[in-house]
């Protein structure tokens, strides 16, 4: 899903919130990407049961902090602390975050690699009330793109070699690498809109 996309249903997310009671969640429910909002203070007040799907569990309301996830790393790998974590970012500095990537583990040891979107909700008085979330997974966008990175440096490294059998070992796996590339973007659905 592109920013703008992502952009335009955390609108959808925020108008919703404007509204009380349950038309909030109803709204949430309708939304195709886990989507997820807190109160002032990051504590969990409502998700979406795509939230649910993407975190690989029920994040526990009033008592789950920052993200419905279960636990955070970096892109790097190193583990992010929740409290360290986008939302909690936008939540203390009162601003949208942008441009940011996580990793987060489900109960049962798979990870997703995610942008979110976390948004202030600042309510009539100025005053911070929450936030809101959608968490866009880029898994195997981000694997489509390592394969094709792959094939290119397999292609180059064939230019410079002079191995005949080198050459076509190169060249094979850089066939195989777009080939699977092109395997993962065929299964992607086509964006929500």
């Known amino acids: 899903m ?23 969640f109803d709204a949430l429910e309708a939304l195709p990407d886990p989507i997820y909002v807190t109160d002032a203070t990051g504590l969990i007040t409502g998700f979406n049961e795509a939230a649910v799907r993407f975190a690989g569990r ?13 636990k955070l790393y970096t892109e790097a790998g190193e583990p992010l602390p929740h409290d360290r974590c986008p939302m909690a970012t936008a939540i203390q500095e009162k601003r949208p975050v942008r441009g940011a990537y996580a990793v987060a583990e489900r109960p049962d040891g798979t990870r997703v690699t995610f942008a979110p979107f976390p948004t202030p909700l600042i309510g009539d008085d100025g005053e911070l009330v929450g936030a809101v979330n959608i968490l866009i997974d880029v898994t195997d966008a981000r ?15 064939a230019a410079d070699i002079g191995d005949r059998r080198t050459i076509e070992a190169l060249k094979a796996m850089a066939a195989e690498c777009e080939n699977k590339a092109a395997e993962m973007e065929a299964r992607r659905p086509p964006p929500a809109g």
């Open 2 to 24: 592109q920013s703008a996309q992502a952009n335009s249903m955390v609108a959808a997310a925020l108008a919703a919130a404007r509204q009380s009671g349950d038309a909030l």
């Open 58 to 70: 029920r994040p526990a309301v009033g008592r789950d902090r920052w993200c419905v996830t279960w």
């Open 143 to 157: 694997q489509t793109a390592e394969l094709r990175a792959g094939a290119a440096r397999c292609r180059r490294l």
